[in-house]
């Protein structure tokens, strides 16, 4: 039954080793220091030398040797009785030299040429009738200091290597100290102390007691009084250098062993507890008793993992039902079905596995309506892209040949338009980031056992892509369409932006102070009640004044002698005081014509007051807008702003005021020159110096018509030549810039609040209703059945390889179970 036992645990190392089990089974293991003689006493036991040697490291692998005491037939016709075999081939060694030459080829071919080590063991069982069964690991010799080409931390790898093997609870240590170096400075005895400290599972072995010196002997070791052991010390005397030089056969190496024993005055009375016979006796009750002790543990370590592996098992799958075409049907559609719900919740946000850490999911495409979204659109300025000649030109082209009156509508519409269409490129990125992340939650929904089948998996993703894909161009054009809707009609109607547009014009009409005529002094110019005194002379232009008072000239004094307009009741004097009191209002560069003589302030206003009494609805909307102190409180009204602004403050008509520059102005000569409205920048062009007139202004350079040359291709809309706006310019491009900005804050509100819904409905929302249906429409054929149920080739290795460490589990367990039973 004994023997049973030691089969039992080769026969379950021996399996565990290719399947890579995790049960440690009870072994010895041999440590000592380097050249302590640690091949010497294997060999002995074995009987046969088979093991390398030489200078240095030499046992550089674990090696895993099994002894298996094999009865000789009693009918044998062959004389072989000793062979080896090792687990890494399929082959019997009854030469012994070619044992020792494949070890070391082994050890090269996975440790390398040089001196250094490798944990993965070698497997040798040697099949003998000389030897007891036993289960030892030779593990490398303890170093200190790296020789030759070892690696510099050859003493670390080494012990951790040792400390590996040793360390387990299941682990007898064989600790070889040689008998001619002080025990306190074993190498062997201090790590099993290290992973042993009571000295339960070590065994103590002196070797070289023959090479002491004289007058000292390991009696007081070998007796347990220096160093107490549970197991105690043997001491053994091994074949010298020289023996093994002229090849002593190991036979007579065991008689001189015990003559040694047997005649040593020190050892005699303890020579029958010392040598190698008496070794591997011990060696084999010590394996024995160890396996019977730990048998209740080997099982219940069995029986965790056997349900491991079961369980490991369970989650690879069962093949049979894998091939069985009637129940293909339902596996795939199961597989469907936990794919479809898996991809609308993880939309939804009721996933199993949310993760804490990061935003997963839905969240991510609230993320991408709320942030990357809204902080894109917030950032579009509505004018950023336009300066105040393009809104001038857009001015002047929208009114054609005439004049405007008023900032035509038409300059709005083709200033907001491109505005509006800003907002698009930032709405079909939208569409964009969430089709990628609904593709991103696509591809992150998968299970344990979906992962089986990697073709099935890359066609439930394909599906869904694809309907993704399908879903994107219908969301885009809704997305465009969206734009173009707000572009298509636009809705100056808006409560929002009447409101906008009402304050925006108050803010932008208000006029400046030097521009201001007190409200109540324009009351009383035109309060007829009120007595006029006419000044002793007046001198004007044309021979005509107005009656003044003191109120008058302080009004004039405080609006500034720019604003006097002399009176004329001609046309063509009226069209030069318009274009005076233009030129008054504009920058300082325009000049008041020489000849004009000078006059007081109060004359100027006196001819003032004539001009505005002639046009007493105009006189009385600009007092209405003065917006002075003691006006009414419907003097802020809309209509007044507006009509105050479009007629201006100093005068009737859109001739007055800041609007000069389409009047004509008298020259210093008397004549009359239209206002400056572009500037040609095309540069002269001798294709254009053709017409009618060519010859005639060939011949007479003298003649007006010669200026008036053909136009170029590129006129700009400046007044002077530079892009200074004069004061109706600026007061209509600011306008319009505050219009385009209250009209495009409507429609980003509108276009923010409109695409997250419409990639919902359209995207979102639509997919997750239809993916289901797709991917039974597309991917339930029993034709595809078998390409989809196709493993992959990983997966179904490691499926063989868990069934089998399972069923040797099983065995292992039924076997123990069995040795339990006859032991009671």
Same mark, same amino acid.
């Given at each position: 039954?004994?023997?049973?036992?030691?089969?039992?645990?080769?026969?379950?190392?021996?399996?565990?080793?290719?399947?890579? #089990?995790?049960?440690?089974?009870?072994?010895?293991?041999?440590?000592?220091?380097?050249?302590?003689?640690?091949?010497?006493?294997?060999?002995?036991?074995?009987?046969?030398?088979?093991?390398?040697?030489?200078?240095?490291?030499?046992?550089?692998?674990?090696?895993?040797?099994?002894?298996?005491?094999?009865?000789?037939?009693?009918?044998?016709?062959?004389?072989?009785?000793?062979?080896?075999?090792?687990?890494?081939?399929?082959?019997?060694?009854?030469?012994?030299?070619?044992?020792?030459?494949?070890?070391?080829?082994?050890?090269?071919?996975?440790?390398?040429?040089?001196?250094?080590?490798?944990?993965?063991?070698?497997?040798?069982?040697?099949?003998?009738?000389?030897?007891?069964?036993?289960?030892?690991?030779?593990?490398?010799?303890?170093?200190?200091?790296?020789?030759?080409?070892?690696?510099?931390?050859?003493?670390?790898?080494?012990?951790?290597?040792?400390?590996?093997?040793?360390?387990?609870?299941?682990?007898?240590?064989?600790?070889?100290?040689?008998?001619?170096?002080?025990?306190?400075?074993?190498?062997?005895?201090?790590?099993?102390?290290?992973?042993?400290?009571?000295?339960?599972?070590?065994?103590?072995?002196?070797?070289?007691?023959?090479? =002491?010196?004289?007058?000292?002997?390991? %009696?007081?070791?070998?007796?347990?009084?220096?160093?107490?052991?549970?197991?105690?010390?043997? /001491?053994?005397?091994?074949?010298?250098?020289?023996?093994?030089?002229?090849?002593?056969?190991?036979?007579?190496?065991?008689?001189?062993?015990?003559?040694?024993?047997?005649?040593?005055? @020190?050892?005699?009375?303890?020579?029958?507890?010392?040598?190698?016979?008496?070794?591997?006796?011990?060696?084999?009750?010590?394996?024995?008793?160890?396996?019977?002790?730990?048998?209740?543990? &080997?099982?219940?370590?069995?029986?965790? %993992?056997?349900?491991?592996?079961?369980?490991?098992?369970?989650?690879?799958?069962?093949?049979?039902?894998?091939?069985?075409?009637?129940?293909?049907?339902?596996?795939?559609?199961?597989?469907?079905?936990?794919?479809?719900?898996?991809?609308?919740?993880?939309?939804?946000?009721?996933?199993?596995?949310?993760?804490?850490?990061?935003?997963? #999911?839905?969240?991510?495409?609230?993320?991408?309506?709320?942030?990357?979204?809204?902080?894109?659109?917030?950032?579009?300025?509505?004018?950023?892209?336009?300066?105040?000649?393009?809104?001038?030109?857009?001015?002047?082209?929208?009114?054609?040949?005439?004049?405007?009156?008023?900032?035509?509508?038409? @300059?709005?519409?083709?200033?907001?338009?491109?505005?509006?269409?800003?907002?698009?490129?930032?709405?079909?990125?939208?569409?964009?980031?969430?089709?990628?992340?609904?593709?991103?939650?696509?591809?992150?929904?998968?299970?344990?056992?979906?992962?089986?089948?990697?073709?099935?998996?890359?066609?439930?993703?394909?599906?869904?892509?694809? !309907?993704?894909?399908?879903?994107?161009?219908?969301?885009?054009?809704?997305?465009?369409?969206?734009?173009?809707?707000?572009?298509?009609?636009?809705?100056?109607?808006?409560?929002?932006?009447?409101?906008?547009? @009402? @304050?925006?014009?108050?803010?932008?009409?208000?006029?400046?102070? +030097?521009?201001?005529?007190?409200?109540?002094?324009?009351?009383?110019?035109?309060?007829?009640?009120?007595?006029?005194?006419?000044?002793?002379?007046?001198?004007?232009?044309?021979?005509?004044?107005?009656?003044?008072?003191?109120?008058?000239?302080?009004?004039?004094?405080?609006?500034?002698?720019?604003?006097?307009?002399?009176?004329?009741?001609?046309?063509?004097?009226?069209?030069?005081?318009?274009?005076?009191?233009?030129?008054?209002?504009?920058?300082?560069?325009?000049?008041?014509?020489?000849?004009?003589?000078?006059?007081?302030?109060?004359?100027?206003?006196?001819?003032?007051?004539?001009?505005?009494?002639?046009?007493?609805?105009?006189?009385?909307?600009?007092?209405?807008?003065?917006?002075?102190?003691?006006?009414?409180?419907?003097?802020?009204?809309?209509?007044?702003?507006?009509?105050?602004?479009?007629?201006?403050?100093? /005068?009737?008509?859109?001739?007055? /005021?800041?609007?000069?520059?389409?009047?004509?102005?008298?020259?210093?000569?008397?004549?009359?020159?239209?206002?400056?409205?572009?500037?040609?920048?095309?540069?002269?062009?001798?294709?254009?110096?053709?017409?009618? &007139?060519?010859?005639?202004?060939? =011949?007479?350079?003298?003649?007006?018509?010669?200026?008036?040359?053909?136009?170029?291709?590129?006129?700009?809309?400046?007044?002077?030549?530079?892009?200074?706006?004069?004061?109706?310019?600026?007061?209509?491009?600011?306008?319009? +810039?505050?219009?385009?900005?209250?009209?495009?804050?409507?429609?980003?509100?509108?276009?923010?609040?409109?695409?997250?819904?419409?990639? &919902?409905? !359209?995207?979102?929302?639509?997919?997750?209703?239809?993916?289901?249906?797709?991917?039974?429409?597309?991917?339930?054929?029993?034709?595809?059945?078998?390409?989809?149920?196709?493993?992959?080739?990983?997966?179904?290795?490691?499926?063989?390889?868990?069934?089998?460490?399972?069923?040797?589990?099983?065995?292992?367990?039924?076997?123990?179970?069995?040795?339990?039973?006859?032991?009671?």
């Amino acid at each position: 039954m004994d023997a049973d036992l030691i089969k039992l645990v080769n026969k379950l190392q021996d399996t565990f080793a290719n399947l890579g #089990g995790e049960l440690d089974m009870p072994q010895l293991a041999v440590v000592g220091s380097q050249s302590a003689g640690k091949s010497s006493v294997l060999e002995t036991i074995v009987g046969r030398d088979f093991l390398p040697r030489g200078s240095g490291i030499v046992t550089r692998r674990p090696l895993v040797l099994q002894l298996i005491h094999t009865p000789v037939p009693e009918n044998s016709t062959t004389d072989i009785t000793e062979w080896g075999q090792f687990l890494h081939i399929d082959k019997r060694y009854t030469d012994f030299n070619e044992i020792r030459r494949e070890i070391e080829q082994e050890t090269f071919r996975v440790a390398g040429q040089n001196k250094g080590i490798s944990k993965l063991p070698i497997h040798l069982r040697i099949y003998s009738p000389n030897v007891l069964d036993l289960t030892l690991v030779d593990l490398p010799g303890l170093t200190k200091i790296p020789v030759g080409d070892q690696p510099s931390d050859i003493e670390r790898q080494i012990r951790s290597l040792v400390l590996d093997y040793i360390s387990k609870p299941n682990c007898v240590i064989l600790a070889v100290s040689a008998a001619n170096v002080d025990l306190a400075n074993s190498e062997a005895l201090k790590l099993a102390r290290s992973v042993d400290p009571q000295g339960r599972r070590t065994i103590g072995v002196l070797t070289k007691l023959d090479l =002491m010196d004289a007058g000292t002997n390991a %009696l007081d070791i070998l007796t347990g009084r220096v160093y107490p052991l549970k197991l105690g010390f043997i /001491g053994v005397v091994n074949r010298s250098q020289a023996d093994i030089n002229v090849d002593k056969p190991l036979s007579d190496a065991l008689d001189s062993e015990a003559e040694f024993f047997r005649t040593h005055p @020190a050892y005699r009375n303890i020579a029958h507890k010392n040598g190698t016979k008496y070794l591997a006796k011990t060696l084999n009750q010590v394996l024995m008793g160890h396996i019977r002790d730990k048998l209740p543990d &080997m099982k219940a370590r069995l029986n965790t %993992l056997m349900g491991q592996a079961q369980q490991e098992l369970n989650s690879f799958g069962d093949a049979a039902i894998y091939g069985d075409k009637n129940q293909q049907g339902a596996l795939v559609l199961r597989l469907m079905t936990q794919f479809a719900r898996d991809f609308v919740a993880s939309i939804d946000g009721t996933a199993v596995d949310i993760s804490t850490k990061e935003l997963s #999911g839905g969240a991510r495409i609230y993320y991408i309506f709320n942030d990357v979204f809204g902080t894109a659109l917030s950032s579009i300025d509505a004018t950023h892209n336009l300066d105040n000649q393009d809104i001038r030109t857009a001015i002047r082209n929208s009114t054609g040949p005439r004049p405007s009156l008023f900032v035509p509508e038409i @300059a709005f519409d083709l200033l907001v338009k491109p505005q509006i269409k800003l907002l698009e490129a930032p709405s079909l990125r939208c569409v964009e980031l969430v089709y990628e992340e609904l593709v991103k939650i696509c591809h992150n929904c998968t299970s344990a056992e979906l992962q089986r089948f990697p073709r099935l998996h890359a066609q439930l993703v394909e599906t869904v892509s694809e !309907l993704l894909r399908e879903r994107l161009g219908p969301t885009t054009e809704y997305t465009q369409s969206l734009i173009d809707i707000q572009t298509a009609y636009i809705n100056t109607n808006h409560p929002a932006f009447i409101q906008g547009s @009402a @304050a925006a014009a108050h803010s932008m009409t208000s006029p400046q102070p +030097r521009q201001v005529l007190p409200r109540h002094k324009s009351i009383e110019w035109h309060n007829p009640a009120r007595p006029r005194t006419q000044p002793s002379s007046v001198d004007s232009i044309n021979g005509v004044g107005s009656p003044t008072d003191d109120d008058d000239y302080s009004q004039d004094e405080s609006a500034g002698p720019a604003n006097g307009i002399p009176p004329n009741r001609s046309a063509p004097s009226a069209l030069t005081d318009r274009s005076r009191a233009g030129a008054a209002s504009a920058p300082p560069t325009t000049t008041t014509p020489s000849r004009l003589p000078s006059k007081p302030p109060h004359h100027q206003h006196h001819h003032q007051h004539h001009q505005q009494r002639d046009a007493p609805s105009s006189r009385n909307v600009s007092g209405a807008s003065a917006g002075a102190p003691g006006s009414s409180p419907h003097s802020g009204t809309a209509k007044e702003t507006f009509l105050n602004y479009f007629f201006g403050q100093n /005068g009737p008509g859109p001739l007055s /005021g800041p609007s000069a520059e389409r009047t004509s102005t008298v020259g210093a000569t008397g004549g009359i020159t239209g206002g400056v409205t572009g500037r040609d920048v095309s540069g002269a062009d001798p294709a254009l110096e053709t017409g009618l &007139m060519a010859g005639r202004r060939g =011949m007479d350079r003298g003649n007006a018509a010669f200026d008036m040359k053909s136009l170029g291709k590129h006129i700009e809309a400046a007044s002077d030549g530079s892009a200074q706006l004069t004061m109706r310019e600026e007061m209509e491009t600011n306008l319009i +810039r505050s219009l385009i900005q209250s009209y495009f804050g409507i429609v980003r509100q509108t276009i923010q609040d409109l695409v997250p819904k419409a990639i &919902m409905h !359209l995207l979102v929302n639509n997919t997750s209703q239809q993916v289901q249906n797709r991917l039974v429409a597309s991917l339930y054929k029993p034709e595809l059945f078998g390409d989809l149920l196709n493993e992959d080739e990983t997966l179904v290795a490691e499926r063989t390889r868990v069934k089998a460490l399972l069923d040797a589990y099983r065995d292992a367990f039924k076997t123990l179970s069995e040795v339990t039973l006859k032991s009671t």
